[in-house]
């Protein structure tokens, strides 16, 4: 099993900036993908970035030269600095880990981010 603790969410203006941050613990090993995933209400839940264990990243069109994902490994804390935030981006944002072989994957409880216009 692997427990997932996200934090950094709150409230912030248009244009503003937050970073989240999600620890993973348990039975962290081998080669595996960390990622960010957010649900507005109402609406389906949508990948925001991944990152793999070797450091390789993947954004969503939407977030793309706003959003920067990053990890440490010895730490096995994945980052997600967000800027110029727009009400848009208004979700509870969701860390995911996933094995790479498996598939076996987890998610965090969330943390709701709400950017205010």
């Known amino acids: 099993q692997v427990q997932l603790v996200e934090s950094g969410g709150g409230l912030v203006q248009t244009g503003g900036s937050l970073t989240l941050s999600c620890a993973a613990s348990?039975?962290?090993?081998?080669?595996?993908?960390m990622g960010w995933y957010r649900q507005a209400p109402g609406k389906q839940r949508d990948l925001v970035a991944t990152?793999?264990?070797?450091?390789?990243?993947n954004y969503a069109d939407a977030v793309l030269g706003r959003f920067t994902i990053s990890r440490d490994n010895a730490k096995n804390t994945v980052y997600l600095q967000m800027n110029s935030l727009k009400p848009e981006d208004t979700a509870v944002y969701y860390c995911?880990?996933?094995?790479?072989?498996?598939?076996?994957?987890?998610w965090g409880q969330g943390t709701q981010v709400t950017v205010s216009s």
């Open positions: 348990g039975a962290i090993f081998g080669p595996n993908v």
């Open positions: 990152i793999t264990s070797g450091g390789r990243t």
């Open positions: 995911k880990y996933s094995r790479t072989f498996s598939g076996d994957a987890y």
